[in-house]
């Protein structure tokens, strides 16, 4: 007789925490690979890290954010379907916040295997910085999952799309 697997789709609160404390470091550890990925790719297309190379890697860093928090509220989502909405969006921020702490720690790992690997984002000023992001990010991600009428899920990202651009129109334009 073999033993049946073990599954998430229960509707109690250890599994929804179990679920995400099993995503969530993967995720961060899998995004400092994928920086150091990219930054290992700028520093041989720009040969060195110039200025624009240095921009080049932060839009890279923000793609990936985007990519990973994205991608564990999806699979959060599917390991258990009955997750509430805020958790989901908690858990979101949570990813963002651990990636962007583990990053510097595969980048280390690499540095000291002897790879120039370039800069990091882990400072401390930024990190309320990334967690907007990927609370931002998670809320959209919850919108492609949980909203059924495709009209209804567009409009509520061009909302958020907007209200964001107003936001940074009055704080940091004006």
């Known amino acids: 007789m073999s033993a049946k697997p073990k599954t998430y789709r229960s509707s109690t609160k250890t599994n929804y925490w179990a679920a995400i404390l099993r995503a969530v470091p993967l995720a961060g550890i899998f995004y400092g690979i994928l920086i150091t990925i990219g930054n290992l790719l700028s520093y041989v297309v720009f040969g060195g890290y110039t200025n624009f190379a240095t921009k080049v890697i932060t ?3 923000l793609f ?3 990519l990973i928090v994205s991608s564990t509220v999806r699979t959060l989502h599917l390991l258990a379907k009955d997750m509430p909405v805020l958790i989901l969006w908690l858990a979101g921020g949570l ?4 990636s962007v702490l583990l990053a510097p720690i595969v980048l280390d790992i690499f540095y000291r295997m002897g790879l120039e690997v370039g800069p990091t984002i882990a400072d401390a000023s930024k990190l309320r910085f990334y967690l907007a992001l990927g609370l931002i990010f998670s809320l959209i991600a919850i919108i492609h999952v ?13 909302v958020i799309v907007l209200g964001l651009g107003v936001v940074f129109y009055v704080y940091y334009l004006r």
């Open 95 to 98: 990813t963002a916040i651990v």
């Open 146 to 158: 949980r909203v059924k009428n495709k009209a209804l899920g567009s409009t509520l990202e061009w």
């Open 64 to 66: 990936l954010l985007w």
């Open 59 to 61: 839009g890279i860093q």
